[in-house]
């Protein structure tokens, strides 16, 4: 279950996923959060830079490893307008990250951009359990997802 609380840091993934689009990224962003529900670390989208390793979700990771002791990570909460893709679900895992609340699944998005007709990526998707077994996962959020589909949209066709 996702409380108010949560709900607060999963509002805060879909404006960073906003604040991505308006930098003329894709729309993703994400919050890392401690086990006492203090946000540590927060991302968007990078990946307009040239490099489509920049996935928010990624750089977590990353920030995690430097900042936080094992035991710390375990018990934070990575919350994500976007289920992880297999290179951030399997970057989550590696460096022992706890749970993950997303809004949007990648079966969500997957479907969205087909609707748009947006080209496969080069990368399959799989549901986060494919690839890290460990990871407690929760999501979609049925009321953000919706916005999520939209920022998506506004990505892939500007001009509505
Ligand atoms: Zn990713």
Redesign the pocket.
């Given at each position: 279950m996702v409380d108010d609380a949560e709900l607060k840091h999963l509002r805060r993934c879909v404006e960073l996923a906003t604040e991505a689009l308006e930098a003329g990224d894709e729309p993703f962003g994400s919050v890392l959060v401690g086990a006492d529900g203090t946000v540590l670390a927060e991302d968007r989208n990078r990946v307009a830079s040239g490099d489509r390793t920049r996935?928010p979700?990624?750089e977590l990771a990353r920030w995690s490893t430097a900042h936080m002791k094992p035991g710390e990570r375990a018990a934070a909460t990575v919350y994500t307008s976007g289920e992880?893709?297999p290179?951030?679900a399997a970057a989550h895992g590696w460096v022992g990250l706890g749970r993950i609340v997303y809004v949007a699944s990648s079966a969500q998005l997957a479907s969205w951009l087909a609707e748009l007709g947006v080209s496969a990526p080069p990368v399959r998707t799989l549901p986060i359990h494919q690839v890290a077994p460990g990871v407690m996962v929760e999501g979609p959020i049925p009321g953000l997802a919706d916005e999520a589909r939209a920022l998506h949209r506004r990505f892939h066709r500007p001009n509505g």
């Open positions: 996935h979700e990624f992880h893709c290179m951030c």
